[in-house]
């Protein structure tokens, strides 16, 4: 896994002292190597992450040649089989990197037929000189991100939002007008982001940029193929098939890795393929533990744990539990915040994080999650509640909205009056124009689609910047497209049971005879944390208020501020519970508290 970083002007020469100034800020994607090419127009620039061929010259980058430049993010992991269909054309390779295969393949097909080939995660820059022509292309999933500005006559693009700003005259004025978007749901969705001038390659999309045209903007795959599909059923035994191809494609590494675990039947589910393909040998597993024993899910773990030592005798079950007080945790916040470049959605973001240094301690590099599979398989408690509250809905709207806000409409009045008059309307925002133009289709499958185009971004953003700020690379083997789209064709009697709301029933069938009763049968926690807690208590009462009172906060400066300070002390005075909403306020204060001076920061990072 690395850090990307690019320039292309046809009107003026690039900054080359930029573009380096940029890449410093990514060196935490790609501590072991960095490099950088550039002619008069155009300047690449590429941190890496060695995972695959460490050391093969072939697969430094940026990759170039004469007439064509490469800078590359992720893993393509049919690269052998590209390589061998390259051959047959006359074109050599080393076959020790997917770098310089991804490369070759780019020039002998083009980027547009190379794309349908490509089984990965990936973000990549390539410019062709003879076409004078930069194209930016992005994974089908979103596994991996890539960002874009226009300034002055110049087209940026880099995988994290600071190193444009560092990089350019890329203003980091917020994005005002999708605030409520944020409020909403946690993230800006979409081609947008929170900074005004900043864009996002949505999933399976690329960018064109010529002289001729500017920048064009296209799809190469849709995830609304879904749509079309022809509904069957599937075995459990086909499924349980399925699932180990797509978790034994993403095995490719030449480095040592380990598993995210929890005491959920995803996670479970992933160790429990893995520890059948590997057959023996270590298997490192990285769980976080609570203080809180009620939250603790070590008990389920232990279960698994338990009855997996006995039928894989010869895998040796490492676990690698991690327990965060309130002050290592405020530490790890503190940091994760630049690196995140956005609000933190997720309270269990910092937790993560702390997975991945013990990871990075123990010498892994490549960390695989099971996360995903919720999108697919109907897994969270909202779907259910969603479509009864559609069903009962009198209008289109209001039927778009419950499935927009997916029957978390608790805060809205609190959302609104906070944002009054700031904001263009969750109307013009591209989910709703999106659930507008698919609200005729089969309301089971439209959820999961719409979760899966949007919703599941929030936790592959999450997945890339804290991996990637420790140098780790996670993974998500449900994740591969073509198990999405197998997923996806199934109908809703596969994933859900109506008569009993049992979620994931391909899934819990399919595992049946390998997983303990209590993990089959248990409901979803959703990675429950001390934190919770924590923010009844002074400590975190004391650094909210401090931040929002502020007379510089985002809160005072852009938002309804008594009305934010009335929120707070209904929420700690425990007249109410607002949790949600105070984190997301406290997330965006520590965001603009980062990014609003952005000049001072970022001095004191590069």
Not at 295 to 324: G, I, M, P
Not at 534 to 551: K, P, Y
Request: hydrophobic share 40%; aromatic share 10%.
């Amino acid at each position: 896994m690395c850090g990307v970083v690019g320039c292309v002007s046809f009107e003026r020469e690039v900054p080359v002292k930029q573009c380096e100034k940029a890449l410093k800020t990514l060196r935490h994607r790609g501590p072991d190597d960095f490099g950088m090419a550039s002619t008069r127009n155009t300047c690449f620039g590429h941190s890496r992450l060695s995972i695959l061929g460490p050391t093969a010259i072939a697969a430094r980058q940026p990759a170039h040649d004469e007439n064509h430049l490469l800078t590359f993010n992720g893993e393509i992991y049919n690269y052998q089989e590209l390589a061998s269909e390259l051959f047959s054309f006359g074109v050599t390779s080393s076959g020790l990197s997917d770098t310089e295969v991804l490369f070759q393949c780019l020039i002998h097909w083009g980027v547009e037929k190379t794309l349908p080939k490509l089984d990965g995660m990936f973000a990549f820059g390539f410019y062709d000189k003879i076409k004078r022509e930069l194209t930016l292309a992005r994974d089908r999933i979103g596994e991996k991100p890539l960002y874009w500005a226009y300034c002055d006559e110049r087209l940026w693009f880099a995988s994290e939002i600071k190193a444009l700003l560092v990089a350019s005259e890329v203003s980091s004025d917020p994005n005002l007008n999708r605030i409520d978007d944020y409020f909403y749901t946690g993230k800006v969705n979409g081609s947008e982001t929170l900074f005004a001038d900043v864009y996002e390659i949505e999933p399976g999309t690329i960018l064109k940029y010529s002289l001729a045209k500017g920048p064009e903007i296209k799809s190469y795959w849709q995830i609304e193929k879904a749509f079309e599909a022809d509904l069957k059923q599937m075995s459990p035994k086909l499924f349980l098939d399925d699932m180990t191809k797509a978790v034994s494609q993403r095995n490719l590494s030449d480095v040592p890795s380990g598993i995210l675990m929890s005491g959920g039947i995803d996670s479970i589910t992933l160790v429990d393929l893995q520890a059948g393909i590997m057959g023996g040998g270590p298997l490192n597993l990285l769980f976080a533990d609570n203080f809180n024993k009620q939250l603790s899910e070590r008990t389920d773990v232990d279960l698994y744990l338990d009855s997996a030592r006995t039928r894989f005798e010869c895998v040796d079950f490492n676990l690698h539990a991690e327990f965060q007080d309130i002050t290592t945790y405020l530490k790890n916040l503190e940091q994760l915040v630049w690196i995140y470049d956005e609000p933190i959605q997720f309270q269990n973001s910092i937790h993560l994080m702390g997975l991945c240094k013990t990871a990075s301690e123990l010498g892994l590099k490549v960390l695989f999650s099971g996360e995903g599979m919720d999108e697919l398989l109907y897994g969270y408690v909202r779907f259910d509640r969603t479509q009864k509250l559609v069903k009962k809905a009198k209008t289109r709207v209001e039927a778009i909205s419950q499935l927009y806000h997916g029957a978390g409409i608790n805060n809205l009045a609190l959302i609104n009056r906070l944002t009054n008059g700031l904001v263009a309307g969750k109307e013009t925002s591209q989910p709703w124009i999106w659930l507008e133009k698919h609200a005729d289709q089969p309301l089971d499958l439209l959820q999961l689609v719409f979760s899966q185009k949007y919703r599941l971004q929030m936790l592959l953003q999450r997945q890339d910047r804290v991996g990637m700020s420790q140098g780790i690379e996670i993974r998500v083997p449900f994740l591969a497209p073509w198990f999405v789209s197998q997923i996806n064709s199934l109908p809703n009697c596969n994933k859900f049971d109506n008569n009993n709301s049992q979620t994931k029933v391909i899934l819990r069938q399919a595992m049946k005879n390998r997983l303990p009763e209590r993990i089959l049968t248990k409901r979803k926690d959703g990675f429950p944390t001390d934190v919770g807690d924590w923010m009844h208590g002074v400590h975190f009462r004391n650094l909210v208020f401090e931040r929002v009172e502020d007379q510089n906060s985002f809160t005072q400066k852009y938002l309804d501020g008594g009305f934010a300070l009335g929120i707070l002390e209904e929420h700690f005075s425990r007249r109410e519970n607002h949790s949600t909403l105070i984190w997301q306020l406290f997330a965006l204060e520590l965001w603009h508290e980062c990014f609003a001076d952005f000049s001072r920061r970022h001095q004191a990072i590069v």
